[in-house]
C-alpha cells in the first residue's frame, strides 16, 4: 500500500483551475506534522521541476513561473499537501509529482498525477 496518494489532476481548459491533494494515508500525525513537502512537475520533453514547496512551520516559496497563481497549503489534521492552482495555462501541462521530507526521515515520492490545460 502506498505511503502517498496524489489526487485531483485532469484536464481542464486555459485559464482554468484545479486543486491537486497528496495524502499520506499510513503516517501518523505527529509525524506527518514534522515533514515538509514539495510539488514538482514534468512536462512533455521536459525535466523535472520543483513548483511550490512549504516547511513544516508552513513556510512557502514558489517557482517564478507559477507564483501569484498556484497557492500551496498544509493540513496537518489531515495529513494532506494541496496546491490550488489557478489562471492555468497550456505551459502547466505535466505530471504533478509530491514528495514529503524532513530531516533524518525517510523521503516519499507520490505517484505523480496528470494535468492536462487545452481547449
Known amino acids: 500500500q502506498r505511503q502517498i496518494v496524489e489526487s485531483g489532476g485532469g484536464l481542464v481548459q486555459p485559464g482554468g483551475s484545479l486543486r491537486l491533494s497528496c495524502k499520506a494515508q499510513?503516517?501518523?500525525?505527529?509525524?506527518?506534522?514534522?515533514?515538509?513537502a514539495s510539488w514538482y512537475r514534468q512536462g512533455p520533453g521536459k525535466e523535472r521541476e520543483l513548483v511550490a514547496s512549504?516547511?513544516?512551520?508552513?513556510?512557502?516559496d514558489y517557482s517564478d513561473s507559477v507564483k501569484d497563481r498556484f497557492i500551496i497549503s498544509k493540513d496537518n489534521g489531515r495529513r494532506t499537501v494541496y496546491l490550488q492552482m489557478n489562471s492555468l495555462k497550456p505551459e502547466d501541462t505535466a505530471d504533478y509529482y509530491c514528495?514529503?521530507?524532513?530531516?533524518?526521515?525517510?523521503?516519499?515520492w507520490g505517484q505523480g498525477i496528470q494535468v492536462t490545460v487545452s481547449s
Open positions: 514528495l514529503l521530507q524532513s530531516r533524518g526521515m525517510e523521503s516519499y
Open positions: 512549504i516547511t513544516s512551520s508552513m513556510s512557502t
Open positions: 499510513r503516517m501518523i500525525l505527529s509525524t506527518f506534522n514534522m515533514y515538509g
